[in-house]
């Protein structure tokens, strides 16, 4: 059989070249939190309120539902969306151990090591995070939250590391109790796999619940889920609908879309591993954004043919061919202008293979992940590196990081001050409050200092 070529018209990568042109298809960012929803989605969401309404309405209808009717609410809604039908919202332990004679030991080995791996990192993350301090009458104590809510997202494709890489941060940062909400199969089960991964990362109790009507009852608490103090972990449109809206009423560490991975090479980099690795993450959804920036066209084109070849042998190859032809290839005219479009894009995720990738990290200026070279690939940061792999999406990498165990703390000031402190400071504090025309701010500095 003759491969395809670059100029077959079939090639799902398409190939721009150009920053401009770059900007105005492959590298464009479009809003995820205004989706298109499929017709036969949207079509159900108006048969259920009886009128059409988008989807963040969609979700302030469920979440309204679940802060007045609690676990009736949380029932009715995840037992429609997911078909599934259970008694008990709460996930038994003899459930837990069930699943553990369900699994392969080669998997469970594997959960096992992937928790270790997380584990040391994040404790070393911990030694250099913020130390309670106390000096010259202030500081700061840094004490961990105390209840978080792990929403552990898939159903009938279950991802465990998605779990190990949200609950393991937790239990390091010292969270006292950590708690996971996840949909139900179709006969009320929970996947084996979701319930070994979550009592190896130490989530202490599991529950039935999905979507928006799950990031609701974590927020609001019912009679039996508790209520969390911050919620963490990826999911669906409405899941990050869910907690767009309620951030205030709970904590939520981020809002998180589509996966994407930019790979940046030069004409040294082996055509197929850049198309292993777009691949790797066009797999996961049709709204993946796989996105190859290289100084060669004709490096690109072998990167596309590539890509076409490695299709064939993929389970999940159409999902993957959409999020290819979502995203694609930009040409840039030599390897600054490609870190300059990278940065600007700020990735998830960005690979560097290149004849020097490490001269280039100290140009890296926005990435949620940076990996080096053709041994550190993105695939290894999804389950054994070390570090979280919930990372920063949507261009959010320009101003937030991954997931860390500084996420899972929490910082109060202190002040405490003597006497003599008190008569040093005072006067100026005094003086700005009137200022300011606090004039009850500044009598409660002076009624001290006329008493001492």
Same mark, same amino acid.
């Given at each position: 059989m003759t491969p395809p070529t670059?100029?077959?018209?079939?090639l799902a990568l398409r190939i721009v070249e150009g920053a401009d042109e770059a900007r105005r298809t492959i590298l464009l960012r479009r809003?995820? @939190?205004?989706? /298109?929803?499929? +017709? *036969?989605?949207?079509?159900?969401i108006e048969?259920?309120?009886?009128?059409?309404?988008?989807?963040?309405?969609?979700?302030?209808?469920?979440?309204?539902d679940v802060a007045d009717e609690g676990d009736a609410a949380l029932a009715r809604y995840t037992q429609r969306f997911d078909g599934s039908q259970y008694e008990t919202v709460e996930v @038994?332990?003899? /459930?837990?151990? +069930? *699943?553990?004679?369900?699994?392969?030991y080669a998997q469970v080995d594997a959960i096992e090591f992937a928790v270790q791996r997380v584990r040391h990192y994040h404790k070393l993350q911990l030694e250099h995070g913020p130390q309670s301090f106390h000096a010259r009458g202030t500081g700061?104590?840094?004490?961990?939250?105390?209840?978080a809510g792990i929403y552990m997202t898939g159903n009938e494709a279950p991802l465990p590391s998605s779990i190990v890489h949200t609950a393991v941060p937790a239990v390091v940062a010292g969270v006292e109790e950590v708690i996971g909400v996840t949909a139900a199969r179709a006969d009320g089960t929970v996947h084996p796999l979701k319930l070994v991964a979550a009592r190896l990362s130490g989530v202490q109790r599991v529950f039935r619940g999905s979507g928006a009507a799950a990031i609701a009852a974590l927020a609001f608490g019912t009679d039996t889920v508790p209520r969390v103090d911050k919620i963490f972990g990826p999911g669906g449109i409405f899941v990050t609908l869910a907690k767009q809206q309620l951030f205030g009423r709970v904590g939520i560490d981020a809002i998180y879309g589509p996966t994407e991975t930019l790979v940046l090479a030069?004409?040294?980099?082996?055509?197929?591993?850049?198309a292993a690795d777009l691949l790797a993450q066009a797999e996961h959804d049709v709204l993946a954004t796989p996105v190859l920036i290289t100084t060669s066209r004709g490096h690109a084109e072998a990167v596309a043919a590539e890509v076409e070849r490695q299709l064939e042998d993929l389970e999940r190859r159409d999902i993957a061919r959409a999020a290819i032809e979502r995203g694609g290839a930009v040409v840039a005219a030599d390897l600054?202008?490609?870190?300059?479009?990278?940065n600007e894009f700020a990735p998830e995720h960005l690979c560097l293979l290149t004849r020097d990738p490490e001269a280039l990290v100290p140009k890296i200026r926005n990435a949620g992940g940076i990996f080096i070279g053709e041994s550190s690939p993105e695939v290894l940061g999804d389950y054994t590196a070390g570090p979280s792999h919930v990372m920063p999406t949507g261009g959010s990498a320009r101003f937030a990081s991954p997931l860390s165990v500084l996420d899972f703390l929490k910082v109060s000031s202190v002040v405490s001050f003597s006497d003599e402190d008190l008569r040093r400071l005072g006067p100026f504090a005094a003086e700005l409050a009137r200022a300011e025309g606090l004039?009850?701010?500044?009598?409660s500095i002076e009624r001290r200092l006329e008493g001492r």
């Open positions: 670059s100029t077959d018209a079939a809003p995820f @939190t205004e989706p /298109e929803l499929p +017709a *036969a989605l949207q079509t159900s048969e259920l309120w009886g009128e059409p309404v988008t989807a963040a309405e969609h979700v302030r209808h469920i979440v309204a @038994t332990p003899e /459930e837990t151990q +069930a *699943a553990f004679d369900q699994v392969p700061m104590t840094v004490r961990p939250i105390q209840r030069d004409d040294s980099a082996a055509a197929d591993l850049c600054d202008k490609a870190v300059a479009l990278a004039t009850g701010h500044a009598r």
